[in-house]
């Protein structure tokens, strides 16, 4: 489906975060998936401290109706709030800036130094590069060139 001004996950972003920091919630990601008529729109949120699922049943409800007042979804959907959990998501570089000195797993796009996959620590993160020390010292990975990167839960 072709939203105007983008995809519907950059929809609901720009929706929902406004209203996510009003409540005092930081937005991690939005994910849209699942076949027609089975669809899932997940919303992860996180604060210091954490989320309840008192949280999680309360952000549903306002941005629930704030979705479909806008109506942007016009297909049936399911909504889940949900916190990051342990392996949480890393995307963006502020995620990456947070998750330093953290254990990571990250899949590159193509390969770099011959290798797609690397597990370490995050050590270093510069201007659109970051730094996972791994068995055999450091691979510095381009951030754009990133698949998919996760915490490693320790």
């Given amino acids: 489906m072709n939203v105007p ?16 920091e009003e409540m005092g919630f930081e937005l991690i990601d939005v994910e849209y998936f699942g076949p027609g008529g089975r669809r899932v729109l997940r919303v992860y949120m ?8 008192d949280d999680c049943a309360r952000v549903s409800r306002e941005i629930g109706v704030l979705i479909d007042v806008k109506d942007l979804i016009p297909e049936r959907y399911v909504l889940e709030v949900s ?16 998750a330093m000195g953290k254990k ?29 020390e791994v068995e055999k010292g450091k691979a510095v ?14």
């Avoid at 996180?46 to 699922?53: E, F, K, Y």
């Avoid at 959990?85 to 800036?97: S, V, Y």
């Avoid at 690397?118 to 510069?126: A, K, N, S, V």
């Fill in 141 to 154: 990975l381009p951030i754009h060139g990133i698949d998919k990167a996760n915490l490693v839960y320790e």
């Fill in 83 to 98: 916190s990051p959990g342990l392996n949480r998501r890393l995307k963006r570089e502020k995620d990456f800036a947070w």
């Fill in 5 to 20: 001004g983008g995809t519907i996950t950059d929809q609901i972003t720009m929706l929902v975060e406004p209203v996510l």
């Fill in 104 to 132: 990571v797993k990250v899949r590159m796009k193509t390969p770099v130094e011959g290798r797609r996959n690397f597990t370490g620590r995050l050590i270093e993160m510069q201007e659109g590069t970051i730094a996972v």
């Fill in 46 to 53: 996180d604060r210091p401290g954490g989320v309840s699922l």
